[in-house]
């Protein structure tokens, strides 16, 4: 309870001094040029406490979303009646004063990034190794042949420090001109690379590489850290099974998703064995989903690559027997070809449209599947797979068979199945047809909650910590802030073009969730957040919106523009549109931010 305390307040310590370093900004310009500042606040609304010197209250206010500082003649003071301006208000100041005073903020920010930067990496922060765990197949990635273990150096010429700064640098790409730099068993290479943009930002398809912590189940096994895992009940690490490359963590978890028996296949020291791992039950909760226990078969074509792409498959077949073997699965694919493998050709019985037909693949063609040149996705029709120990498989159902209605409506597509049984979730009892070869049968099926089950097999993150020098982490800190200035002005120029939705924006809670979390972690990767953060903040103020500190700037070029001061009319309907405009955002941003806590 008490570390839960003392990380909220660190977080909301953190916070609260950037904003303070950027009024404090604002403060010492003001005060150079003689500008008498009535208030310095460190949040909004009501004062709670606070002390007066001089001239200025400096306070804490009851709401720590922001800060200000109130200089005599700003804002409300402002008047048309320059006779009534005194020396030392912001007014009777000249224009390239102003400049500097309203430019205060965002310099004290950029100049506190180039400060904790080289603290933070002299302190060492861990980062998310730069290094591939898993490559989604059929994607950009997979199509421009990176692999899992393969380390990327940089992305289109950027230095890469961690997982996030390339995700980061891949979001905000040219998309013409995306050149991975990578590393594979010591040799660097570079991959042009065509992102896709279906989740709204630019993305390659890849995911970061994970340790196994064997604890329980898996440890009573005789699971170990840092052994390699080759298969899992079958799944072969490095193939592609349902729609993915397979990595160690991947088949572990889609291995054991359904309850029973973990058979891992491990390398260690050289040497390979077999670990049988049981898995505890774990009730689900009385709220659990129930389920019909119905998945889709994953023998759909979804893209061919090199040799597979000469072979008489094509996008969007759907295998349904290899060799003589029924298949379901991207794994009883490979299970059936490894047979064949030396046999230099193999029948393959699949539907392409509303036609059944059968093929025969040669040699190379089936050692391009096996190398990982065909990626699998799910099928979109009702010929399913049934998931053990649930509903259906209960009601006797089995792998392959067709569900042809439900409640007597007839389904066409998976996407169908699933509606019939998510329209209304209080129901628990529904009538089944499905056809199993050329015959139909109906059953009655009460859904069930699935339990979940414990294998004692954790997954961490793999982490790299840089051990630089005090010139190294100065190097590293001036790259980052470079890098963190670019990425939000990208960001912001790609929100206006429309790259980047505006569903990706933050707000209050999602950072102050963030910066939570790190300070519950390590203490330098609070403060590379926090320099992070410092670099956002003075790029936002400096945008030219009334309210923020470039609106005041774009009010300064006018006035420079127009000769004279700029009406009280003018000054009050601008900060007003300002004003609206910003309380709309904010409502924006934290309703995206309640979305996300609450999906």
């Given at each position: 309870?008490?570390?839960?305390?003392?990380?909220?307040?660190?977080?909301?310590?953190?916070?609260?001094?950037?904003?303070?370093?950027?009024?404090?900004?604002?403060?010492?310009?003001?005060?150079?040029f003689?500008?008498?500042?009535?208030?310095?606040?460190?949040?909004?609304?009501?004062?709670v406490?606070?002390?007066?010197?001089?001239?200025?209250?400096?306070?804490?206010?009851?709401?720590?979303?922001?800060?200000?500082?109130?200089?005599?003649?700003?804002?409300?003071?402002?008047?048309?009646?320059?006779?009534?301006?005194?020396?030392?208000?912001?007014?009777?100041?000249?224009?390239?004063?102003?400049?500097?005073?309203?430019?205060?903020?965002?310099?004290?920010?950029?100049?506190?990034?180039?400060?904790?930067?080289?603290?933070?990496?002299?302190?060492?922060?861990?980062?998310?190794?730069?290094?591939?765990?898993?490559?989604?197949?059929?994607?950009?990635?997979?199509?421009?042949?990176?692999?899992?273990?393969?380390?990327?150096?940089?992305?289109?010429?950027?230095?890469?420090?961690?997982?996030?700064?390339?995700?980061?640098?891949?979001?905000?790409?040219?998309?013409?001109?995306?050149?991975?730099?990578?590393?594979?068993?010591?040799?660097?290479?570079?991959?042009?690379?065509?992102?896709?943009?279906?989740?709204?930002?630019?993305?390659?398809?890849?995911?970061?590489?994970?340790?196994?912590?064997?604890?329980?189940?898996?440890?009573?096994?005789?699971?170990?850290?840092?052994?390699?895992?080759?298969?899992?009940?079958?799944?072969?690490?490095?193939?592609?099974?349902?729609?993915?490359?397979?990595?160690?963590?991947?088949?572990?978890?889609?291995?054991?998703?359904?309850?029973?028996?973990?058979?891992?296949?491990?390398?260690?020291?050289?040497?390979?064995?077999?670990?049988?791992?049981?898995?505890?039950?774990?009730?689900?909760?009385?709220e659990?989903?129930?389920?019909?226990?119905?998945?889709?078969i994953?023998?759909?074509?979804?893209?061919?690559?090199?040799?597979?792409?000469?072979?008489?498959?094509?996008?969007?077949?759907?295998?349904?027997?290899?060799?003589?073997?029924?298949?379901?699965?991207?794994?009883?694919?490979?299970?059936?070809?490894?047979?064949?493998?030396?046999?230099?050709?193999?029948?393959?019985?699949?539907?392409?449209?509303?036609d059944?037909r059968?093929?025969?693949?040669?040699?190379?063609?089936?050692?391009?599947?096996?190398?990982?040149?065909?990626?699998?996705?799910?099928?979109?029709?009702?010929?399913?797979?049934?998931?053990p120990?649930?509903?259906?498989?209960?009601?006797?159902?089995?792998?392959?068979?067709?569900?042809?209605?439900?409640?007597?409506?007839?389904?066409?597509?998976?996407?169908?199945?699933?509606?019939?049984?998510q329209?209304?979730e209080?129901?628990?009892?529904?009538?089944?047809?499905?056809?199993?070869g050329?015959?139909?049968?109906?059953?009655?099926?009460?859904t069930?909650?699935?339990?979940?089950?414990?294998?004692?097999?954790?997954?961490?993150?793999?982490?790299?910590?840089?051990?630089?020098?005090?010139?190294?982490?100065?190097?590293?800190?001036?790259?980052?802030?470079?890098?963190?200035?670019?990425?939000?002005?990208?960001t912001?120029?790609?929100?206006?073009?429309?790259?980047?939705?505006?569903?990706?924006?933050?707000?209050?809670?999602?950072?102050?969730?963030?910066?939570?979390?790190?300070?519950?972690?390590?203490?330098?990767?609070?403060?590379?957040?926090?320099?992070?953060?410092?670099?956002?903040?003075?790029?936002?103020?400096i945008?030219?919106?009334?309210?923020?500190?470039?609106?005041?700037?774009?009010?300064?070029?006018?006035?420079?523009?127009?000769?004279?001061?700029?009406?009280?009319?003018?000054?009050?309907?601008?900060?007003?549109?300002?004003?609206?405009?910003?309380?709309?955002?904010?409502?924006?941003?934290?309703?995206?931010?309640?979305?996300?806590?609450?999906?």
């Amino acid at each position: 309870m008490f570390e839960n305390l003392g990380n909220i307040l660190l977080a909301a310590l953190g916070i609260s001094f950037l904003i303070s370093m950027h009024e404090l900004g604002h403060f010492l310009a003001a005060r150079l040029f003689g500008v008498r500042v009535e208030t310095f606040s460190i949040g909004f609304g009501p004062r709670v406490y606070g002390w007066r010197s001089g001239d200025t209250d400096y306070r804490i206010s009851a709401v720590p979303l922001g800060g200000y500082v109130k200089m005599a003649g700003e804002y409300g003071d402002y008047t048309d009646d320059e006779t009534s301006i005194a020396p030392d208000d912001l007014m009777a100041k000249p224009i390239w004063q102003r400049f500097v005073i309203f430019s205060g903020g965002v310099v004290m920010n950029f100049a506190l990034a180039f400060v904790i930067f080289p603290i933070a990496f002299g302190a060492g922060v861990p980062f998310e190794a730069p290094v591939v765990g898993g490559v989604a197949a059929g994607g950009p990635a997979w199509s421009a042949g990176l692999q899992p273990g393969d380390e990327i150096v940089a992305v289109s010429g950027r230095k890469t420090y961690g997982f996030s700064n390339i995700l980061n640098d891949v979001a905000l790409c040219d998309p013409d001109d995306l050149v991975l730099t990578i590393r594979r068993d010591g040799v660097e290479s570079t991959r042009r690379v065509v992102p896709d943009k279906s989740t709204g930002l630019y993305d390659i398809g890849i995911e970061p590489g994970f340790d196994l912590l064997p604890r329980g189940p898996a440890a009573e096994a005789g699971l170990q850290a840092g052994d390699q895992i080759v298969s899992a009940n079958g799944i072969t690490v490095g193939r592609r099974h349902e729609g993915v490359l397979v990595t160690p963590h991947w088949a572990v978890l889609r291995a054991s998703d359904d309850g029973r028996p973990l058979d891992l296949v491990v390398s260690r020291d050289g040497a390979t064995q077999t670990l049988h791992v049981v898995p505890e039950a774990i009730a689900p909760p009385a709220e659990a989903r129930r389920i019909l226990g119905a998945t889709p078969i994953t023998t759909r074509v979804a893209k061919l690559r090199g040799a597979a792409e000469r072979g008489p498959l094509h996008v969007d077949d759907l295998l349904l027997e290899v060799a003589g073997s029924p298949v379901v699965s991207s794994s009883d694919v490979y299970a059936a070809l490894s047979t064949k493998a030396t046999l230099g050709q193999a029948e393959v019985r699949l539907r392409r449209g509303d036609d059944e037909r059968t093929v025969t693949l040669d040699d190379e063609t089936i050692r391009a599947v096996l190398a990982g040149d065909l990626a699998f996705g799910p099928s979109t029709s009702t010929r399913i797979r049934v998931v053990p120990d649930s509903a259906l498989a209960e009601a006797g159902l089995h792998d392959g068979d067709t569900i042809v209605a439900i409640d007597g409506e007839p389904l066409a597509t998976y996407q169908d199945l699933q509606k019939a049984v998510q329209r209304d979730e209080s129901r628990v009892d529904y009538d089944v047809r499905y056809r199993r070869g050329d015959v139909e049968n109906e059953v009655s099926v009460r859904t069930r909650a699935m339990p979940a089950y414990d294998y004692g097999i954790a997954l961490r993150a793999k982490t790299v910590v840089y051990d630089l020098s005090f010139a190294g982490s100065l190097a590293a800190g001036w790259d980052a802030s470079l890098d963190a200035l670019r990425a939000t002005a990208l960001t912001l120029t790609k929100l206006f073009t429309g790259d980047v939705g505006a569903d990706q924006l933050s707000g209050p809670i999602q950072i102050s969730k963030v910066t939570y979390t790190l300070a519950s972690r390590e203490f330098s990767r609070l403060l590379f957040f926090l320099a992070l953060l410092s670099v956002n903040l003075g790029v936002i103020n400096i945008l030219p919106v009334p309210v923020l500190d470039g609106g005041q700037i774009l009010f300064l070029l006018l006035e420079k523009i127009k000769g004279s001061r700029l009406s009280e009319r003018f000054m009050s309907n601008a900060q007003l549109v300002g004003l609206v405009f910003i309380l709309a955002l904010m409502v924006y941003v934290t309703f995206n931010d309640i979305r996300r806590l609450f999906p």
